[in-house]
């Protein structure tokens, strides 16, 4: 797993070392200064730094700090970042991150151990570095908080994390929310961190050279910044173009960028809409109910069978996972008592979501039936068919109504009049493969309903067949933008933060036993392909801490998945007796043809 890693010469006192992650290396005098800190780069380096500079709390580009070589290093970290470098298990025992999290910034990429910094760096700070001058700036797009570094040595060498990489490419897109006030949450704010990521490009632009935490050394800071600031806003302008957020904020986007917007219409007779609740009855007053997170649905649906509207509850199908959609299943089902139902991909992040590290998640709720995709069912006269129907999530689903007269699609959020609901990349909406939209618009197209239905609006709506021709185009254009923004091998790398990922991600385990974890991986490429991957653990021991996965092409983002499932590979921990923080953590370090990928999933184990 360990190789010597490549070093290129910058100035007269600066180099880099890399293995598809960079540590810079200031060295004079006899002594070593390191700017970011990968694990595995500073273990291939050899280099014994006599202080480590940490521009953001990510352990993905920081991780070497809780591996210090014997003796005393100086550690210097953004003030901004304290308590994320002092207490990182507080972020995983707070339980508004793992469930209702509508929060982007900080996310779950924090030290493994607490870590004691020396100095706690601020925006406009300057260290002298035997008589080499180092400064700091706050900068923005990425990570909120971070800080980019000024080394002036015979000439100026930038230092950034990931606001930039190669030929003006962007390596995670989905770290780019929040950034511009009016915006409702971090949830809904794809992108909207661009302007003030150009701004940070252009402070950077008039370096010498300018390292980022990956890639190669950008010898021409200006023309990699000004392309990859033509690429992000062609982007942008796609995206903004077919974007819920036109139907949902009114003027928050650009209104000249806005395409089209559907035909709206009205539910029939026997569909009542309360909050994100649809209730559906049938000529004998039955009901059937279509997701259920909100308090006002309960109420409503108390109501009709009160005021005689409903005799009784046959059934309850949920479209995904969101707090908003399945909060309150836990009293519905025991008020009511009858059978909840959802496709697999929601079923299992329902069923247990703290295992997944996903936004919004739901109360648990175990006792939750699978409905097959694509299986039709009868009931009260009407016909119901379910589908997996990965738009605004990936686990979500949608129901199919039919009255022998109408036709309406429950598509939970996915759609809007304008367009799609994918402002939230952690939701996990894939571009390639003919998953995610266009799975979705492949069903729309081929069963054809009067109306769409999404759970928040009080109007159904219809595409027109050149509406769908538009949505279809506008996606593949977006495929084609990001491929040339993303350095990865495919679009998707740059949206999914979870293509890696351990599960679960929160779990108990007893202190002094072993515990099972599992690495799964999503295929985001056309041909099969290959990652290496090294566990490191907080405390305790991996039985088999090394392994090689296997991706076959474009799997479906789940394990479980009944047509392309997500490899998995499970591996045993043997927990420690006690830990300091009553937390351990996991980590995942991946490898692909043959580069160093940085830490780039984690679980964390609370012993009990």
């Known amino acids: 797993m360990q190789n010597k890693a490549n070093y290129t010469q910058i100035s007269q006192h600066v180099g880099v070392y890399h293995n598809g992650m960079n540590m810079v290396v200031v060295s004079k005098n006899g002594r070593a200064l390191a700017v970011h800190c990968p694990l595995y780069t500073m273990l291939d380096s050899g280099v014994k730094p006599d202080i480590v500079v ?32 002092t207490f990182p298990h507080h972020y995983f025992l707070d339980r508004k991150n793992i469930l209702h999290n509508y929060s982007q910034h900080p996310d779950y990429d924090m030290p493994a151990k607490p870590v004691r910094a020396d100095i706690w760096l601020n925006n406009g700070d300057c260290v002298d570095f035997e008589g080499i001058r180092l400064s700091f700036m706050e900068v923005k797009g990425d990570t909120v908080g971070e800080l980019a570094c000024l080394i002036h040595d015979d000439i100026d060498v930038g230092v950034c994390c990931d606001l930039i990489c190669g030929d003006g490419q962007v390596p995670f897109l989905y770290q780019m929310s929040g950034g511009s006030k009016g915006w409702p949450l971090d949830y809904h704010s794809f992108l909207r961190a661009k302007d003030g990521w150009a701004d940070t490009l252009g402070r950077l632009t008039g370096c010498a050279a300018l390292v980022p935490s990956r890639g190669g050394v950008i010898s021409d800071p200006a023309a990699a910044a000004a392309k990859a600031r033509e690429r992000l806003e062609r982007l942008y302008n796609n995206y903004a173009s077919v974007s819920a957020i036109h139907f949902y904020f009114g003027d928050i986007l650009p209104k000249e960028t806005k395409l089209f917007t559907a035909e709206l219409g009205r539910f029939p007779d026997n569909i009542t809409r309360h909050a994100t609740t649809v209730i559906i009855r049938s000529a004998n007053k039955r009901g059937f109910i279509i997701d259920c997170g909100q308090i006002r649905g309960m109420n409503e649906t108390a109501k009709m069978i009160e005021d005689g509207l409903i005799t009784g509850i ?20 025991q008020k009511y008592n009858c059978p909840v139902w959802a496709c697999e991909s929601v079923a299992m992040a329902i069923r247990r979501p703290e295992a997944y590290n996903l936004p919004c998640g739901c109360e648990t709720f175990t006792d939750v039936q699978i409905w097959p995709d694509g299986e039709r069912r009868e009931w009260e006269g009407y016909t119901l068919r379910a589908f997996e129907f990965p738009g605004q999530s990936l686990h979500h689903d949608a129901l199919l109504f039919d009255d022998g007269g109408t036709r309406v699609l429950f598509g939970g959020d996915s759609f809007s009049p304008t367009g799609f609901d994918d402002y939230c990349p952690p939701n996990r909406n894939f571009v390639t493969g003919g998953r995610g939209f266009f799975k979705c618009l492949d069903l729309v197209e081929k069963y054809r309903p009067d109306w769409i239905a999404n759970q928040h609006q009080s109007q159904p709506f219809h595409f027109t067949g050149e509406q769908l021709r538009t949505l279809r185009d506008t996606l593949a254009r977006r495929a084609e933008i990001l491929a040339g923004i993303s350095p990865w091998a495919s679009a998707d790398h740059a949206l999914d933060p979870y293509w890696v990922r351990l599960y679960p991600y929160v779990s108990g385990g007893k202190a002094g036993a072993a515990h099972k974890l599992a690495l799964q991986a999503t295929g985001h490429t056309a041909r099969r392909s290959e990652i290496t991957v090294k566990i490191e653990i907080s405390a305790g021991t991996v039985k088999q801490d090394a392994f090689t996965v296997t991706l076959p092409p474009y799997t479906d983002g789940y394990n479980t998945s009944p047509g392309r499932p997500d490899p998995s590979v499970e591996f045993e921990v043997e927990l420690p007796g006690h830990a300091d923080t009553g937390v351990v953590f996991a980590a995942a370090h991946v490898w692909m043809d043959g580069e160093y990928l940085g830490e780039m999933s984690r679980a964390a184990i609370k012993l009990i």
Not at 66 to 81: E, I, K, N
């Open 314 to 333: 046959d059934g309850c199908f949920i479209t995904h996972y969101h707090d908003d959609h399945a909060d309150f299943l836990t009293e519905f089902s």
């Open 54 to 85: 940490c521009l953001n709390y990510r352990s993905s580009i920081n991780g070497g700090v809780t591996r210090l070589p014997g003796g005393h290093t100086v550690v210097m970290a953004p003030a901004s970042f304290k308590d994320y470098f």
